[in-house]
């Protein structure tokens, strides 16, 4: 009974002391791995590849460790698989250590096969990253441009119901064509994500009118557009068309006056060129045998 009314006494100290020893006693976790990185190292470097696998996948799995340390055990255990003929694993084990840190090598005395094979792991690693799909950016909002006409027309402009930003007011920014000065006009809320703006229209004085919208915050500060006033839209008067003007037919060949006049003309030079030919030298009518005759000249 003495006995246990002393350990009573003595529990209350005792605790604290042997959690404070087992504390003190218990080694962190990185300096736990990075002693087990020291023993794979060492066991490369003696060649018993087989001891030394275990320990690098360790210290690989480990996430507690530093990406340095992880990337090394990677790169060791590569050289290994590549030494045991395993080529694949042996280049995705350089792949992953790539991954975890980009800016590491092989040791040095490296052999050409082992820089090699790391070097595609490089080319591989470098072409992933090139080709990984970007998050597509959404844009902040959208509209449908006005199709030519004249005069006032409303546009309807839709938010982005995911935006990332607080949108307070939506502002339209307008000018004639051709001119230097902005006109602005402020869009009101027509539904939880859609404004509505009236946008002037052009005229026949005006052929075109230009226009931008931006999204400001509470603060008065532009979180997105679309146009600029470099790249306005343009809300455009219709083409004008000349009206069509009637054509007379053109009239056949026969029933032209150049037509007839010319094919007379052609006839009396035919009559006349008979006449001629058929005449000689020795005039009929000055015959002396006292015959009469008949002539035609045709002038």
Known sequence: MQNLDSLRMLWPRFIPSTLLMVVLLAPPVAAFGASELEEGLELFDALEYDDAIPVFESVLASEALEPKDRATAAVHLGIIHLAYGDIDRAKAKFVQALELNSSITPPSGASPHIIDLFEQAQAATDVSATQAPKPEKRPLMSHTE?????GRTMLEIELDPARQVAVDRLTLRYRNEGESFWFDDQATAAGP???????????????????????????????????????PFSYRAPEQVAPAQDVEPARPIHATWWFWTGTGVAV????????????????????????????????
């Open 146 to 150: 006005p199709e030519p006409g004249f």
């Open 268 to 299: 009396a030079a035919g009559v006349l060129t008979t006449v001629v030919l058929l005449s000689s030298d020795d005039d009929p009518c000055g015959a002396s045998d006292g015959r009469g005759c008949l002539r035609v000249e045709i002038q």
């Open 193 to 231: 994500n859609t404004f509505q703006v009236e946008l002037p229209g052009p005229s026949l004085e005006v052929a075109a009118v230009e226009y931008y919208l931006e999204a400001l915050d509470v603060e008065g500060q532009t979180v997105g557009q679309i146009g600029s006033a470099a790249t």
